[in-house]
C-alpha cells in the first residue's frame, strides 16, 4: 500500500487569551493521496483555515499547535526547522489564499509580483523570469500585456487567475486552494473551478480543496 501524500493525525490548534485558552481545531485527522482532489468541507470559522496555516506552519499569534502530526511526503512538518519550512514552501506546497484582493500586493505589478516569486524560490531574473511569467499567464488564459497591470485594474476573475498562476509557479506536486472562488459571482466561479480542474488534468498536482460550500 503506497504512503499517502499528506497524513494530518491528531491536528489540534487553541488560542492563547489572556484569560483562557480557545479550542480552535480539536484531533483533526485526514489523509490524501497523490493526485486526489481532497475537499475539507465546514461552516465559515469551524476551523478550515486554521487546519492549512498549521500545515503550513504560518499561524499567527496567540495560535499555538498544541498536538498533533503532519507528514507531506513523509517530512515530519512539526518537527522541521524554519529554514527547511522556507524551502519547503512554494516548491513543494503553495496556497491560493482566500481572498485574491488580498493576496496581491496592490503597488506592485502583475509582472513584479510573479518575478518576486521565481527570483526568491528559483533564482530566475530577467529575460527567463519574463518568459515563465508569459507561460504561467498563458496557463490561465490571461494575455501577455496584462503582466504590466495592477491589481485594480483586473476583474475579480482575472485576480483570482492570477493567484492560481502565481501558485503554480514552481510547479509544486500540492497546491492548497482556500475558498478560491469567494465574492466571485456563479458564472465566474464555475470558470475559476473548471480551470483549475483542467490545471489538475494537464499538470497533475493534488488538491487540497476548502470550501464552505
Known amino acids: 500500500m503506497n504512503n499517502p501524500l499528506i497524513s494530518v493525525k491528531d491536528l489540534s490548534v487553541e488560542y492563547i487569551t489572556d484569560t483562557a485558552s480557545i479550542q480552535a481545531v480539536r484531533n483533526v485527522s485526514f489523509e490524501i493521496d497523490k493526485g486526489e482532489i481532497f475537499g475539507l468541507v465546514g461552516e465559515s470559522g469551524s476551523g478550515k483555515s486554521t487546519i492549512v496555516q498549521a500545515m503550513m506552519r504560518i499561524l499567527p499569534p496567540p495560535a499555538l499547535i498544541s498536538k498533533g502530526k503532519v507528514l507531506i511526503n513523509n517530512e515530519d512538518i512539526m518537527a522541521a526547522s524554519e529554514s527547511d519550512i522556507i524551502n519547503f514552501r512554494w516548491k513543494k506546497i503553495s496556497i491560493v489564499m482566500q481572498s485574491a484582493l488580498n493576496a496581491l500586493n496592490p503597488v506592485l505589478s502583475i509582472r513584479e509580483q510573479i518575478h518576486d516569486v521565481l527570483k526568491t524560490h528559483k533564482s530566475l531574473i530577467g529575460l527567463d523570469a519574463d518568459e515563465r511569467a508569459k ?22 476573475g482575472m485576480k483570482q487567475r492570477i493567484v492560481i498562476a502565481i501558485a503554480l509557479a514552481i510547479m509544486p506536486p500540492i497546491i492548497i486552494m482556500d475558498e478560491p472562488t469567494t465574492a466571485l459571482d456563479v458564472i465566474v466561479e464555475r470558470e475559476i473551478i473548471a480551470k483549475i480542474i483542467d490545471l489538475r488534468k494537464k499538470l497533475g498536482f493534488t488538491i487540497l480543496f476548502i470550501t464552505h460550500d
Do not use: A
Request: proline share 5%.
Open 135 to 156: 507561460e504561467l499567464l498563458s496557463l490561465v488564459e490571461i494575455d501577455h500585456d496584462r503582466l504590466d497591470s495592477f491589481p485594480h485594474q483586473l476583474s475579480g
